[in-house]
């Protein structure tokens, strides 16, 4: 031991940087050599701070690696003392029944159903990053004669938008067209998609779900064969690579269940994995396109639920096209180690929160293929159950997530609270916050009325924050979103014109959290 410990501190160093984070950490507490190394080193704390925060690094060499570290490290810092008050209001000109989100690059995308419109724009725009802006009027998001639009994709990270369209109600394809320009995408294999002979054969119009990841486009729709009961319908999905081939035999179908009117709910898992989630989570490698998805393992649920999926803000790197390029940042939410963030839908009186490492999808081992995980071997350790007696808005990025909190029993008005579950938050939040890592008990039940469920017990740690130097009017908040620099906030007004405001996470602010719970 001592002929190592009398290494050169760089050779020490070198062979330090080859363990995992953890490992790294373990190593300065056994002795003093090992701790001068990491202290002296930025590369060791910049390999603990970039795992610790569940981040993939986008290697700059023209930054220091000193001040990468302190980037990272004032950015983590800078979540825990969040000024609520706006950076920038938007006026935003939105109809009934319009279907917004925050998309990468901190874009607002619009879809309108019933009137057939869509915008997109940059909310803060930086010199780094593409930014688009367009707006489509009746009729322009496709132009196929007697089409009808079903659903719509925008993904500004690869210019691309997917028009999901039913010609005489009928046949269905989906477009694959530029964001910043008319025409067919540069990087697309054809101008559509095409839907598989049994799909078109038997597609329900009226429920239809269009996501994309990187090189993937999948559609989930219910069956509408004539020739089974209500009792018996069945869901199918769709996956495509849309930058090789417009057809596919990627397809997943199975019986809709709890009596769902909804296609299945999934989400992409990074650029090969895919979470099905019907009773319980089915995971699904689409590693190869020229066959149907293969599953990898089932997470059985405790009980059954119908669950929806909150939909994610994808800040992941996944390719080196000079669209991504222009919006590409020092570091990335690393897809293994990220939350996903399911509530429990059809509840009256109470919101019923499932938030889930992604870890556990990917520490899979050879002899867990293709079976079922009971929840107990699972779920306690890699989810954080939450139950409310009141209605919340709520959004997830990479390892945080933002909800709103009432302030009084009438539930009229909020702030906001911020749950970090990142490990390196919980080892070292630097006096901010409140630790969480002992186990919480919740009862989740399927039914209205709260008849039949289930008390379960869960531990997966995190830091609490309360922020509660402003309060908002619940009544008037549409939606709120977080990516990995802002939060943003759609308010309601009288008007058509509603309100957009945005709250950017600087390193440098001066206000301080205002309280902790």
């Given at each position: 031991m001592k002929r190592f410990l009398s290494l050169a501190e760089e050779l020490l160093s070198y062979i330090l940087s080859l363990l995992p984070y953890r490992d790294i950490l373990r190593c300065t507490s056994v002795c003093r050599t090992f701790r001068q190394t990491y202290l002296s080193s930025s590369e060791l704390q910049y390999i603990v701070e970039i795992d610790g925060q569940r981040l993939i690094s986008n290697t700059d060499h023209s930054i220091p690696i000193s001040k990468r570290l302190q980037l990272l490290r004032d950015k983590a810092h800078a979540w825990f003392k969040v000024d609520i008050h706006p950076l920038k209001m938007v006026r935003i000109t939105r109809s009934r029944g319009s279907r917004d989100k925050i998309a990468a690059g901190g874009h607002f995308c619009s879809w309108n159903p019933p009137r057939?419109?869509?915008?997109?724009?940059?909310?803060?725009?930086?010199?780094?990053?593409q930014s688009i802006r367009r707006n489509?009027?009746?009729?322009t998001l496709?132009?196929?004669?007697?089409?009808?639009?079903?659903?719509?994709?925008?993904?500004?990270?690869?210019?691309?938008?997917?028009?999901?369209?039913?010609?005489?109600?009928?046949?269905?394809?989906?477009?694959?067209?530029?964001?910043?320009?008319?025409?067919?995408?540069p990087q697309a294999a054809g101008e559509k998609l095409f839907l598989s002979d049994d799909s078109e054969n038997s597609f329900d119009m009226t429920f239809v779900r269009l996501k994309g990841f990187g090189r993937h486009i999948a559609l989930s729709h219910r069956s509408n064969d004539e020739n089974r009961t209500s009792l018996d319908k069945v869901w199918q999905l769709q996956i495509w690579d849309w930058k090789y081939s417009t057809a596919s035999s990627s397809i997943l179908s199975g019986a809709i269940p709890n009596g769902s009117i909804?296609?299945?709910?999934?989400?992409?898992?990074?650029?090969?994995?895919?979470?099905?989630?019907?009773?319980?989570?089915?995971?699904?490698?689409?590693?190869?396109?020229?066959q149907p998805p293969k599953l990898l393992a089932c997470f059985l649920m405790p009980i059954p639920l119908k669950l929806w999926c909150l939909p994610l803000i994808d800040d992941i790197g996944y390719g080196s096209q000079p669209h991504m390029q222009a919006q590409a940042t020092m570091c990335t939410s690393d897809p293994t180690h990220r939350l996903i963030c399911l509530t429990v839908a059809f509840t009256q009186f109470s919101t019923q929160i499932f938030?889930?490492?992604?870890?556990?999808?990917?520490?899979?081992?050879?002899?867990?293929?293709?079976?079922?995980?009971?929840?107990?071997?699972?779920?306690?350790?890699?989810?954080?159950?939450?139950?409310?007696?009141?209605?919340?808005k709520i959004h997830i990025n990479g390892n945080r997530v933002l909800h709103t909190l009432p302030v009084d029993m009438r539930d009229s008005q909020f702030i906001f609270q911020l749950l970090d579950f990142s490990p390196l938050?919980?080892?070292?939040?630097?006096?901010?916050?409140?630790?969480?890592?002992?186990?919480?008990?919740?009862?989740?039940?399927?039914?209205?009325f709260d008849k039949f469920g289930e008390s379960l017990t869960t531990s997966l740690p995190y830091v609490q924050v309360v922020f509660s130097n402003?309060?908002?009017?619940?009544?008037?908040?549409?939606?709120?979103?977080?990516?990995?620099?802002?939060?943003?906030?759609?308010?309601?007004?009288?008007?058509?014109?509603?309100?957009?405001?945005?709250?950017?996470?600087?390193?440098?602010?001066?206000?301080?959290?205002?309280?902790?719970?």
């Open positions: 057939d419109t869509a915008m997109i724009f940059p909310v803060l725009s930086k010199p780094s990053q489509w009027l009746p009729g496709c132009s196929a004669p007697h089409s009808h639009n079903l659903d719509v994709f925008m993904d500004p990270a690869q210019n691309l938008i997917a028009v999901a369209y039913a010609v005489d109600r009928k046949t269905v394809y989906i477009n694959l067209g530029a964001l910043d320009g008319d025409g067919v995408h909804d296609p299945v709910e999934f989400c992409f898992l990074g650029n090969n994995r895919l979470l099905v989630i019907t009773d319980n989570l089915n995971l699904y490698s689409i590693e190869d396109m020229s938030i889930i490492s992604t870890r556990i999808f990917f520490d899979l081992d050879e002899t867990a293929a293709a079976i079922s995980i009971p929840w107990q071997h699972w779920g306690p350790s890699n989810t954080r159950i939450f139950r409310y007696p009141f209605h919340l938050a919980v080892t070292n939040r630097r006096g901010l916050g409140r630790v969480v890592k002992e186990p919480s008990t919740a009862y989740i039940t399927a039914d209205t402003r309060k908002f009017d619940f009544s008037r908040l549409r939606v709120v979103w977080i990516d990995k620099d802002r939060i943003y906030m759609l308010t309601r007004s009288p008007s058509s014109i509603d309100r957009l405001e945005v709250i950017d996470v600087q390193s440098d602010l001066q206000s301080g959290v205002v309280s902790t719970r």
